[in-house]
């Protein structure tokens, strides 16, 4: 297989093009929790409340929206998360017509499950294709969201104000027809349906959530979601509060959605060379790269609050996510078995979105209470600790007796 013959896989297409649609809505999402939290909050410490809400809801809704799929199939979880999105849309443009704070929070919660639900188009491409070019299918749909980079933020400022007088709300409207758009495309998927246990099965095989419980006590899977969310904490930690951060240092809005744009298309651009790199070498090589970076990035941060500081330090959190986050996810497809995919699936995304929930939270209190160079610092700390345990654990495990 080549590479141009993953494009004419008609499933792996479909999943490709409609990742590419949903993902418009996420920096719209991204750039909007933190700014019309800041007008209808009753604090600005709550500024970050919808933002943190929507991280909060992926928790949630990761383990039921994986078991969703793994009884009915990855196109009907999507389709129920593209919903999901649309009536959280909806409900945020009311939010903002009466001024409802908590309708807002409500808002973020269901886009927030409906993204929690496009975070499985990863595991989706790796069974579209063949075993060989898993990692490569892997990272070519997260390149998908190099568009939702360039154009998510662009439609944040045409729509903003296409509901004047209301500010925002036209942005909100723009990402409830991303939305259904993103439905179109899903038509033309067809992967096979998960394994079901059969009767004659082990009655003592764990299912469900003890399926997780026993997987995450091997070391390849431990490490793998542990990875994946240090990465993904770590980056939600700096940069939900980063249009917060940078509006109080003097920037204009349209400067820190700028910062965003260039942040979200360090995410994904090395998409279209990171499943070649971890063919060359290594998952795990590759993800610990993504984890120096990482630190670096947040070591950066500490340096200054000019616009160059902000555009350096998130372009550089960006690529490391980028190398941390799919190195991750490789190690963990490559741990697992066809039976334990769903439960186990759900279990990391649900891990990861309470580590991304507790760093969102805490961002936006410690933004606004010690600063930006000190919320730098604390990221900088937690990566440098998140290092030398794996490095430790990879020594464990090569020392270990074959």
Same mark, same amino acid.
């Given at each position: 297989?080549? *590479?141009?013959? !993953? ?5 792996? /297409?479909? &999943? ?27 604090? $600005? ?5 919808? %933002? ?7 928790? *949630? ?22 919903? &999901? ?5 909806? @409900?945020?443009? !009311?939010? =903002?017509?009466?001024?409802? #704070? ?14 929690? /639900? ?13 075993? $060989? ?13 190099? *568009? ?28 409830? *027809? ?19 246990? %059969?009767? %004659? ?35 939600? #930690? =700096? ?36 499943? +070649? &790199? ?31 500081? #902000? ?5 550089? =959190?960006? &690529?490391?996510?980028?190398?941390? +986050? ?5 190690? !963990? ?22 580590? %991304? ?12 209470? =010690? @600063? ?31």
């Amino acid at each position: 297989m080549s *590479v141009f013959a !993953l494009f004419q896989n008609r499933s792996f /297409a479909g &999943l490709l093009l409609a990742n590419t649609i949903f993902g418009m809505a996420f920096p719209v999402q991204l750039i909007l929790g933190g700014l019309a939290g800041l007008m209808l909050a009753p604090d $600005p410490a709550l500024a970050t409340l919808p %933002s943190s809400i929507q991280t909060l809801a992926g928790m *949630v809704a990761a383990a039921p929206l994986s078991l969703l799929m793994g009884r009915f199939g990855r196109r009907v979880g999507f389709a129920v998360g593209g919903l &999901l999105t649309f009536v959280g849309a909806v @409900g945020a443009v !009311l939010a =903002l017509s009466s001024q409802n #704070f908590a309708l807002l929070c409500a808002a973020h919660f269901l886009m927030g499950a409906g993204w929690a /639900a496009f975070q499985f188009f990863r595991f989706a491409a790796g069974e579209a294709v063949a075993e $060989p070019w898993r990692p490569v299918a892997i990272s070519l749909m997260l390149s998908a969201l190099l *568009v939702a980079a360039l154009v998510g933020p662009e439609v944040f400022i045409r729509a903003k104000d296409a509901l004047a007088p209301l500010p925002f709300a036209g942005a909100y409207g723009a990402t409830g *027809v991303i939305a259904l758009l993103g439905l179109l495309p899903l038509l033309a998927v067809r992967l096979p349906r998960p394994p079901r246990r %059969s009767a %004659s099965a082990p009655t003592s095989a764990p299912t469900g959530r003890f399926a997780a419980l026993a997987a995450l006590r091997r070391p390849a899977v431990r490490n793998a979601v542990g990875i994946a969310a240090i990465s993904q904490g770590v980056m939600v #930690f =700096l940069m939900i509060p980063t249009p917060i951060a940078m509006v109080g240092c003097g920037f204009a809005a349209e400067t820190a959605s700028d910062v965003v744009r260039w942040h979200i298309v360090a995410m994904f651009a090395p998409s279209f060379v990171t499943g +070649f &790199l971890i063919k060359r070498f290594g998952a795990h090589t590759i993800a610990v790269t993504g984890l120096i970076i990482i630190l670096g990035a947040a070591l950066g941060a500490t340096l200054g609050l000019s616009a160059m500081h #902000f555009y350096g330090a998130l372009i550089a =959190l960006g &690529l490391g996510w980028n190398f941390g +986050f799919i190195g991750a996810t490789t190690l !963990l497809d490559a741990a697992l078995s066809e039976e334990e995919k769903a439960a186990v699936q759900g279990a990391n995304d649900t891990i990861i979105a309470l580590v %991304s929930t507790l760093c969102a939270f805490a961002s936006g209190l410690v933004v606004s209470q =010690l @600063g930006w160079a000190v919320l730098a610092l604390i990221s900088a700390g937690l990566v440098a600790l998140a290092l030398v345990y794996f490095l430790a654990a990879r020594g464990r495990a090569a020392d270990m007796p074959m």
